[in-house]
């Protein structure tokens, strides 16, 4: 589907709008692009200079809000077919630099800022600079109904990146909690389930133990091999981020991660500047000290895709949980599913 958003900006700001599916006739206006700020209007409203002012300070907290969105105002709602100005608000229009204000009783958004072309509504974001190289691939929320993401205009840098569709999961041996067989049996399942459902392979690796095979005289660095075997290939990394075991608050909590020289469960994503997701699979019982019941203990695991494809693995995951009948979302409260 085409790329369907603009890009703009306001006093130096850069801002990106997606158009939404709303259109309808600009009252005594043209068609070029205008900036716009909508309010909805309750029935048998006065407004007045106080309101308008309540509006503007609401407005100020938006950081998506500059003053030159208040050229335009759009009154919406079934109140601002009736909706009366009271007569020193020209004043307060005059003051915002409001060029005119009409009124769509049957558009019904967010009160907040907008842009106009050709007709269609956009609903805007504005978009910082990632200074401090945060985020991976920048995405938004999708506004399809086959996708819960959509990624922004892919840049030059994630051009470099294996567009390939996941074929294999890898499950590194590595990482595995061995004196925690609950633990372990429960990451098989999960890799049963989602592998069969979403019809690609899994397999385990060592990675201590294939780097002493692949690495050679010029290549001694983990990271490049690591590099070299998410980024360019069709797999998803299957991780344990943790050991799953009972902590109480009056316990030291030591270190729970397995005892890899060099390499823990934690590192790899950063290392790799890889996208990673916790993915809760399931519950192990305990028998509670404090409780003298038996409790749940949420077990996580991690998913990690190839540096730059968030998007693709926040669908991918939420496609093999439902294809696989995993629940997609935990409860509050004592038990999790």
Known sequence: ???????????????IAWPISVSFDIPDGDENSALVTCFDVEENSIINASIMSAW????????VFAPEFLQQIIFTGLGSREMKLASYT????????????????????????????????YSISRVYEDRQL??????????????IFDALRESVSEARFSKEPVTEILYPTDLMPINNPEQV???NEFLDDISEAMDCAYQTISINEDWKITATV??????????????????????????????????????????????RATYISPILGAPEL??????????????????QLPMVVSLMGRPGRDQELLTWTLDALQKSGRPTQVKTGRTAF
Request: aromatic share 10%; glycine share 6%.
């Open 1 to 15: 589907m085409a790329d369907a958003s603009k890009t703009f900006q306001v006093r130096g700001s850069t801002y």
């Open 56 to 63: 503007r300070d609401e407005l100020q907290k938006d950081d």
């Open 90 to 121: 020209e004043k307060t229009f005059k003051d915002w630099k409001t060029l005119r204000f009409f009124h769509v009783p049957a558009l019904k958004v967010a009160d907040g800022p907008y842009c106009i072309e050709q007709g269609l509504l």
């Open 134 to 147: 945060a985020f991976l691939q920048a995405i938004k929320p999708s506004q399809h109904d086959n996708g």
């Open 185 to 187: 049996q429960a990451m």
């Open 218 to 263: 010029e290549e001694k660095d983990l990271r490049a091999y690591l590099y070299h075997t998410t980024s360019h290939g069709s797999a998803l990394i299957a991780l344990h981020i943790d050991t799953v075991t009972r902590k109480y608050r009056d316990q030291y909590p030591g270190n729970n991660n397995l005892d890899v020289p060099g390499l």
């Open 278 to 295: 916790a993915v809760p699979i399931t519950e192990l019982p305990y028998e509670s000290r404090i409780t003298g019941k038996t409790e």
